[in-house]
């Protein structure tokens, strides 16, 4: 990594970094190729145009933040914050002689908290603003680690199917199935990219019967196979597949987000959750 880029673009297959150079537009064409990542080398650009970018980087896109030297950090103990606040995928401390390929072993790494990463994600894309929403999709994410069905998902959590399911339909959001499911499918991702077992194998340990179970699950949910998603690095991007085709069928019309999650652009698809909500409201034939 060159010592004077301060924002790069880590692609598939991983072997070099893009100077980002081409503003929004670049970062759009970036969110096209699944599993693509920000590199963020932070002196001196924790400013300006630069954090701009990085705050407004589209869904999907992974953010890998390199942080400067230790006296410039203790210099300007606003800077950390600044950081945190663009919910970096890893943060590294300062290094010179970083590689595409140190980078790419930072976004392969799982989550260590994968309930607290996702729910993060949904509040950093405007998807869920209040607490109590946010408690319990953490709850089912964390309970998709043993959880297989709906009812043993609303039994661990004390509730019954059809308050669970309300609590999130009332607020616009998949049904809990839905949420299961795609959880059990990131967990799978991150096992995906960091073992070389096959896929039986692996499908077998979570709890499906077999490989081609996982494979059809998966494109159904996401729109790609598990091939691609050992190859193509990182969970964020397979979360965003997910809402997005969520949204494009219906399925997500949020009531509680703060802003239009329209507003980063994202891959797969063409139409944005907000243009779908939109749609929804004015077209929608009644009953």
Same mark, same amino acid.
């Given at each position: 990594m060159e010592p004077h880029t301060k924002? &790069?673009? =880590? =692609?598939?297959?991983? /072997?070099r970094l893009e100077p980002v150079r081409g503003g929004r537009?670049? =970062?759009k064409q970036v969110s096209r190729r699944p599993g693509s990542a920000l590199v963020w080398r932070v002196e001196g650009s924790h400013r300006g145009e630069c954090l701009r970018l990085v $705050? /407004? $980087?589209p869904g999907g896109v992974a953010l890998i933040a390199v942080l400067p030297p230790a006296p410039v950090l /203790? &210099? &300007?103990p606003e800077l950390l914050q600044a950081v945190l606040q663009t919910r970096p995928h890893g943060l590294l401390p300062h290094h010179v002689g970083l590689t595409a390929a140190n980078l790419a072993?930072? =976004?392969r790494r799982p989550p260590a908290d994968l309930g607290a990463e996702v729910t993060d994600y949904l509040t950093w894309r405007g998807l869920v603003v209040d607490k109590d929403t946010r408690n319990v999709l #953490? #709850?089912?994410v964390d309970l998709s680690a043993r959880a297989r069905t709906v009812t043993e998902l609303s039994r661990a959590m004390y509730l019954s199917r059809r308050a669970l399911g309300r609590r999130l339909s009332? #607020?616009?959001l998949p049904v809990p199935s839905h949420w299961l499911q795609v959880a059990r499918v990131l967990r799978l991702v991150s096992r995906l990219q960091n073992s070389d077992a096959n896929i039986f194998s692996i499908a077998y340990e979570f709890g499906y019967p077999d490989g081609f179970s996982v494979s059809n699950q998966m494109y159904r949910l996401v729109g790609f196979r598990p091939s691609l998603a050992r190859e193509r690095l990182g969970w964020e991007w397979v979360l965003e597949a997910w809402l997005r085709r969520e949204a494009d069928g219906g399925g997500l019309v949020p009531r509680a987000a703060a802003g239009d999650v329209g507003d980063r652009e994202a891959v797969p698809s063409p139409r944005s959750i907000g243009s779908v909500r939109k749609r929804r409201q004015s077209h929608e034939p009644t009953a």
């Open positions: 924002l &790069s673009a =880590l =692609l598939h297959p991983y /072997e537009t670049q =970062l $705050r /407004e $980087r /203790e &210099s &300007s072993e930072v =976004l #953490r #709850r089912i009332n #607020r616009g």
